[in-house]
């Protein structure tokens, strides 16, 4: 940096410093568990045990009114209402002065969702026939990821501190993926265990997009200098 140049500000990370070991520690294990899952599961096309343990998948196995509930809650994942739900949150984050938020909504439910879509094919599980591949979710993914972002933006934004940051951050991708997982399980779209590997590939993906996101703008910043 030359004689008159003030450094330029530090613009807020999208994955606030105190909350880095512990989301890297819960990525590492979220990945684990994805490819632990994803290994007992490759080719299978019935449900497990673990998926009976907890309910029987079926199609159309709940019915009126939650059965509206968990239909509305599934557009969340559809084309049309996912990218409703990233224009919304893209938008929120450039009126509040966040460009950085911004990008990490449209990367980490896009890497989390082509996460999910890659690892479907290499799995092959499948559900109600041979085209429906079903590991992990897609739906629990992408709003797992979404959850993710919108609260590491508020744990930063408010100043959180790492138990109460870290706390925040997991309760809500925990909402988030229960809400999503239970609507493809009771639509008969996936196995417990596909919204299991759906949740865990956010948990992964997003705090190393984070990252990522980060260090990319930061060392744009600083070549600026």
Not at 22 to 45: D, E, I, K, R, T
Not at 203 to 209: D, I, Y
Request: proline share 7%.
């Amino acid at each position: 940096m030359g004689p008159g140049h003030e450094p330029l500000p530090r613009k807020p990370a999208v994955l606030p410093p105190v909350l880095r070991a512990w989301l890297g520690l819960v990525a590492a294990l979220a990945v684990v568990v994805v490819v632990v899952v994803g290994v007992l599961y490759a080719g299978h096309s019935e449900p497990g045990g673990v998926d009976r343990w907890i309910v029987q998948p079926a199609a159309d196995s709940v019915g009126p009114p939650w059965r509206y509930v968990a239909l509305g809650t599934d557009f969340l994942g559809e084309p049309g209402g996912a990218a409703a739900l990233v224009g919304a949150a893209v938008t929120g984050c450039l009126l509040l002065r966040r460009p950085r938020a911004a990008v990490l909504v449209v990367a980490g439910t896009g890497l989390s969702v082509g996460a999910a879509t890659l690892l479907k094919h290499l799995v092959g599980r499948t559900i109600h026939g041979d085209g429906n591949l079903s590991y992990p979710s897609g739906h629990t993914a992408f709003l797992t990821a979404l959850a993710l972002v919108v609260a590491l933006f508020a744990a930063g934004r408010l100043g959180l501190g790492r138990t109460v940051g870290t706390s925040l951050v997991l309760a809500a991708s925990l909402v988030a993926g229960a809400a999503m997982g239970w609507t493809q399980v009771a639509l008969g779209a996936h196995y417990p265990t596909d919204v299991l590997g759906g949740w865990c590939t956010a948990l992964a993906v997003v705090p190393a997009t984070a990252w990522l996101v980060d260090r990319v703008a930061d060392g744009g910043r600083r070549e600026r200098r």
